[in-house]
């Protein structure tokens, strides 16, 4: 994509969703970072089903802790991987209990240091709730950075990098949700829905595909 075609691509983006929000739920810091822990490999429907019966009876490092391990499970496992999940969340509690005061760190180390935290997990934790211009690279974000050319790359680190480097600093902090949505709703994996995408005169993606 030129690179005087990717503001007008944010812009019309940005016209049609003003105020993106992630389609995780949750109320506070701890809760959106125990929701993307869970999320890894699973979908945001799935997840906001679980927590909508995990959150209202733990929703705090320390609640989750006196939960106990099968506890837990036993609210998370309709979740894929959730033994796994579950451990790495019991973990990640007793660390911010530990290290932390029982508060969600602001600092991408701090954050990777904890179990199932990821540098994907930390980018969205700084982002949604720190309001960080980071670049959580999931699967949307990185066919959708590719296909139109926004963003080439061969990894999902080098396609972050690519569009740290490329996205204009006043769409940086909500490129991320416009990417995840549009590449959720209209660039989709198995066929594209060119004839209807609003930014489908900037993107590199040919041929277009039909109605």
């Known amino acids: 994509m030129k690179r005087e075609l990717i503001e007008p691509f944010f812009a019309t983006l940005k016209a049609s969703n003003p105020s ?5 739920e949750y109320t506070t810091v701890f809760e959106l970072l125990a929701a993307v822990l869970l999320s890894a490999q699973a979908t945001d429907v799935s997840v906001n089903k679980a927590t909508r019966q995990l959150f209202p009876v733990a929703n705090t490092p320390q609640a989750i802790l006196a939960l106990g391990l099968q506890g837990l499970e036993g609210y998370i496992k309709t979740i894929g991987l959730f033994r796994s999940k579950a451990r790495h969340l019991m973990e990640t509690c007793r660390i911010l209990v ?6 969600v760190p602001r600092t991408r180390e701090a954050l990777e240091a904890l179990p199932g935290v990821g540098r994907k997990t930390a980018n969205v934790v700084l982002n949604v709730a720190f309001g960080e211009p980071t670049m959580a690279v999931d699967t949307h974000i990185f066919r959708v950075s590719n296909r139109t050319g926004l963003a080439p790359g061969k990894t999902p680190l080098a396609v972050e990098l690519a569009l740290m480097r490329r996205v204009p600093p006043e769409y940086a902090v909500d490129s991320h949700h416009w990417l995840i949505l549009h590449g959720r709703y209209v660039c989709l994996a198995r066929k594209p829905q060119c004839h209807r995408c609003a930014v489908a005169a900037y993107c590199d993606f040919t041929p277009k595909t039909a109605g």
């Open 20 to 24: 993106p929000q992630s389609e995780l």
């Open 98 to 103: 530990e290290r932390h005061g029982g508060e």
